[in-house]
């Protein structure tokens, strides 16, 4: 198991720019795929982009793909979603989770998930 923590949330105009940050516990960071999801009210939670522990290959939905860009710091331990362009639709809460599946991009495939950090964008 592992405990998740995000940052970086907040306010920005469409256009703009947000990077958040996840602070993983545990000792096995490296082996965990790590994902970002996003939820607004009254709609299920969706997947945003994740990425592998060793390696590094990631995937991303079509929605976002040239516009947010996932990393890590395996001797940090933590994920990053750098947001650029950020557009009204990509306002929800962003959710940070690890994965023992390695390609991981379903819900059900995470066990552990963080608590969220709001962003939203300003039309």
């Known amino acids: 198991q592992v405990q998740l923590v995000e940052s970086g949330g907040g306010l920005v105009q469409a256009g703009g720019s947000l990077r958040l940050a996840c602070a993983a516990s545990?000792?096995?960071?490296?082996?965990?795929?790590m994902g970002w999801f996003r939820q607004v009210p009254g709609k299920e939670r969706e997947f945003v982009a994740r990425?592998?522990?060793?390696?590094?290959?990631?995937y991303y939905a079509d929605s976002v793909k040239g516009r947010f860009t996932i990393s890590r710091d395996n001797a940090k331990s933590q994920v990053y979603l750098q947001m650029k362009n950020l557009k009204p639709e990509d306002t929800a809460v962003y959710y940070c989770?690890?994965?023992?599946?390695?390609?991981?991009?379903?819900?059900?495939?995470?066990?552990?998930w963080g608590q969220g950090t709001q962003v939203t964008v300003s039309s």
């Open positions: 545990g000792r096995t960071f490296a082996a965990y795929t």
């Open positions: 990425i592998t522990g060793i390696g590094r290959m990631t």
């Open positions: 989770a690890a994965a023992r599946t390695p390609l991981a991009s379903q819900l059900d495939d995470y066990a552990d």
